[in-house]
């Protein structure tokens, strides 16, 4: 249930709107949105959720937002500076089909500029793109916008 007044509409969205979206995640649908892939904003009550290998605070994580893109499902989800630290190593992750084909690509993004090992915030301004090397480490690439940061984070 949503109130229709403060649906922002969107034209890439599985659905026409969304309401509940908090500053971060907002400037993050938008910069999908703008990118023109389909995407849906994903519940974390009943969405698409991936089992983490690992518990933490919970067994489940439902990224933020879903994006198809080519052949590959990204699953973006913006995390707090309070969170990165503890969420990168539980909840990223590329997830391979029975040939090792790559089809479920986890990306995390964060307010700030990061350093990854270890894993400190270095700056206020901009956003942090995280993801897992070969080596399962996690790594992050800094960019002045929300919209560059989206646009690495839907990149290989």
């Not at 403060?6 to 703008?34: K, M």
Request: glycine share 10%.
């Amino acid at each position: 249930m949503t109130n229709p007044d403060a649906v922002e509409p969107f034209a890439n969205a599985g659905h026409e709107g969304y309401s509940d979206l908090n500053t971060v995640e907002l400037d993050c649908a938008r910069a999908i949105d703008g990118l023109g892939h389909r995407w849906v904003r994903n519940p974390s009550n009943g969405g698409y959720s991936i089992p983490l290998l690992e518990k933490g605070s919970s067994r489940r994580f439902y990224p933020d937002f879903i994006v198809w893109k080519d052949d590959l499902i990204y699953a973006l989800d913006p995390k707090g500076a309070h969170l990165i630290s503890t969420d990168a190593g539980l909840k990223l992750m590329s997830i391979r089909d029975e040939r090792g084909k790559e089809r479920v690509i986890v990306r995390l993004i964060t307010e700030g500029t990061w350093k990854h090992d270890p894993i400190r915030q270095t700056g206020k301004g901009g956003y942090a793109v995280w993801r897992m090397n070969a080596a399962g480490k996690p790594r992050c690439t800094n960019h002045d916008s929300v919209e560059a940061a989206v646009k690495k984070a839907l990149d290989l």
